[in-house]
């Protein structure tokens, strides 16, 4: 099992530019997560998926669209790159069972820099 | 909201004791969580406690709960220099599934 595994690694984008980070899990689970961490700010939630065909905003959504293409994938979108979005985004994953004890997998990350 | 607090940085000698402290807001949570990042990589899960317990011991480490005052915290016994890395703690968001919100995360750094 490969776990979670998300493209690119690295990305330079300049202000204005689009593009979608991807993100696979090949663990079965129903809800994925994308979260965006900065320094000081630990994680913070953009958008989660708690079921295939369903979207739901976090903390911080805006500036970013997603798409549950399937049970394995969960995609993030910038349509309109801004500098304040230079971070480094994770992809995760759970099994997604209320009141249980609840493993989030997470991926290696993609690094964004908005110039 | 929930809010989960932590202190940014902390500095040991290889050997010493490690205790990283944590807040948190709801009550309610049934499980708390402790990740760790090592640099250039993703969270992992390192351990977790279940709220009606007061003490988890696994190994090298040791977590304690304390529900009256909402504080958890993290022992490393005999920190090593691999144990340098970014520990977050995490508790669930009220029923809203797995969703989990994360403190801001304390870097441990090891000195030999």
């Known amino acids: 099992n490969a776990g979670v595994t998300q493209t690119p690694k690295f990305q330079v984008l300049k202000t204005g530019q689009s593009m979608t980070l991807q993100c696979a899990q090949d663990m079965n689970h129903n809800s994925m997560y994308w979260y965006r961490q900065d320094p000081g700010m630990g994680l913070r939630l953009i958008y989660y998926?708690?079921?295939?065909?369903?979207?739901d905003k976090g903390e911080v959504p805006n500036g970013y669209n997603v798409s549950r293409l399937n049970k394995r994938e969960f995609s993030l979108r910038l349509e309109s790159a801004a500098p304040s979005q230079t971070s480094v985004y994770f992809c995760?994953?759970?099994?997604?069972?209320?009141?249980?004890?609840?493993?989030?997998?997470f991926g290696p990350g993609t690094r964004l820099l908005v110039l | 909201g929930e809010d989960v607090e932590q202190s940014l940085f902390l500095s040991v000698r290889e050997g010493d004791s490690s205790v990283i402290n944590c807040t948190y807001t709801?009550?309610?949570?049934?499980?708390l969580y402790w990740y760790k990042q090592e640099p250039g990589a993703g969270l992992q899960l390192l351990t977790y406690?279940?709220?009606?317990?007061d003490m988890k011991q696994d190994q090298r480490l040791t977590v304690l709960l304390n529900k009256k005052d909402k504080h958890l915290s993290l022992r490393i016994a005999d920190t090593q220099t691999g144990d340098s890395a970014i520990y977050f703690c995490?508790?669930?968001?009220?029923?809203?599934?797995?969703?989990?919100?994360f403190g801001q995360g304390t870097e441990l750094s090891v000195k030999p």
């Open positions: 709801d009550s309610s949570s049934t499980y």
């Open positions: 998926s708690a079921s295939e065909g369903t979207t």
């Open positions: 995490a508790e669930p968001i009220y029923n809203q599934g797995g969703k989990l919100i």
């Open positions: 995760a994953s759970s099994e997604g069972t209320s009141g249980y004890q609840e493993t989030q997998y």
């Open positions: 406690i279940f709220s009606n317990m």
